[in-house]
């Protein structure tokens, strides 16, 4: 079996790639989903819209499901410590995902116009509002989280829903928002038919660029404006799992020290701003499958570089900083996390593949001509 710290290492690299699944495979139904009042601008072209998304959004969710099966397993105290401190934000996020498909069946009940106009409306705050909050939580990460531990890892959580929306948070719910309008607007540029696409198209090149302006006001704020946190005594990376037995200082620039030790990490932002940039040239090229992938890029960059840069912090703690939680000594056992390994790696790759499949099968445009035949079964 390998090592504790390479399991360890292992484990908070597949969380990350875990995140950054569901924000590419369920965020372009969020993105979907928000455009739908400004891209269909009829009820047929809204049916586009919502019929792109149909038949594979129950699908993507899988990549949610997967990632907080992960952190309950891998990562037992941040499980604890975060579904629990964020319990509101978590229950705002569930109920958007949850009226989302209730918005996809009951909308087609019934063909009155104000009917469906309140549907639509409801789909898109079930896009906005997780795109928002996720985007307000990695925001609060990199703050620090109002939590302790005491001396028996019991915690105490001391914050609020509203003190969760402060305005660095806001500006990290904001480049969230940004990014799925701009993966959402690529998806349907390959996915709908005309006229949906080109306005997807236009909407997701203003994404793109509110996205990298957003984003670089992030990490100059980041930069100068916050404390990051520093390890100060030894910490074994194979040691046991209990925070308190490290000391932690918030110090300024202490976020940024990963990219001066290791400048690969460089890579993160930089991928995240090429990516939004090349897809917006890609798109006005009327190369959208390409866009859609570069946009997926840029989604893969910003994770990254939100989880490089508080490395090896999981959460840190703004109330006691050595409660702060870390890759080193908030995971499970040593045998939990090399089964896990195990099972990952059989389940993860037929999950893969059967997903492929299923997109490969349900490749093409929706069109107008589609969704309007009789035979067909649509929303």
């Not at 106009?117 to 906005?128: K, N, T």
Request: aromatic share 12%; hydrophobic share 55%; glycine share 8%.
């Amino acid at each position: 079996m390998l090592d504790y710290e390479t399991l360890r290492l292992i484990w908070w690299a597949l969380l990350g790639i875990l995140l950054i699944g569901f924000a590419v495979m369920d965020g372009f139904d969020l993105g979907a989903a928000m455009l739908l009042p400004f891209v269909g601008k009829t009820d047929e072209e809204r049916r586009i819209v919502i019929n792109t998304v149909g038949p594979v959004w129950e699908g993507n969710q899988v990549w949610f499901i997967l990632g907080g099966g992960a952190i309950f397993a891998a990562w037992p105290p941040l499980y604890a410590v975060a579904f629990s401190g964020f319990y509101l934000a978590m229950f705002l996020i569930l109920l958007a995902l949850i009226l989302r498909p209730v918005a996809f069946k009951f909308r087609s009940k019934l063909a009155n116009p104000t009917w469906r106009s309140i549907w639509d409306w409801v789909l898109f705050v079930a896009g906005v509002v997780p795109s928002l909050v996720c985007g307000v939580a990695f925001g609060n990460v990199i703050l620090g989280v109002p939590f302790r531990l005491d001396d028996t890892l019991r915690m105490t959580y001391e914050g609020t829903l509203l003190g969760l929306l402060n305005p660095f948070a806001l500006l990290c719910g904001l480049v969230s928002v940004a990014m799925l309008v701009m993966h959402g607007g690529a998806y349907l540029a390959v996915k709908a038919g005309q006229p949906v696409a080109d306005r997807a198209v236009a909407i997701s090149r203003y994404g793109a660029f509110a996205l990298i302006v957003l984003f670089a006001l992030a990490g100059i704020w980041v930069a100068l404006g916050i404390n990051g946190y520093q390890i100060t005594s030894a910490l074994a990376p194979e040691g046991p799992s209990n925070p308190l037995l490290k000391s932690v200082v918030q110090a300024p620039g202490a976020w940024l020290v990963n990219y001066h030790t290791l400048p690969l990490t460089l890579l993160a932002p930089a991928l995240a701003i090429v990516g939004a940039l090349g897809a917006a040239i890609l798109l006005s090229a009327r190369r959208p499958l390409i866009a859609f992938i570069a946009s997926a890029l840029s989604i893969a960059g910003v994770i990254a570089t939100a989880g490089l840069s508080v490395f090896p912090f999981l959460l840190p703690s703004s109330l006691d900083p050595r409660s702060s939680l870390t890759v080193w000594d908030a995971s499970s056992s040593h045998l939990t996390l090399g089964i896990m390994l195990v099972v990952t790696l059989v389940f993860l790759p037929i999950i893969l593949i059967y997903t492929s499949w299923v997109y490969h099968v349900l490749r093409g445009r929706v069109t107008l001509s589609a969704i309007t035949d009789p035979s067909a079964h649509h929303y």
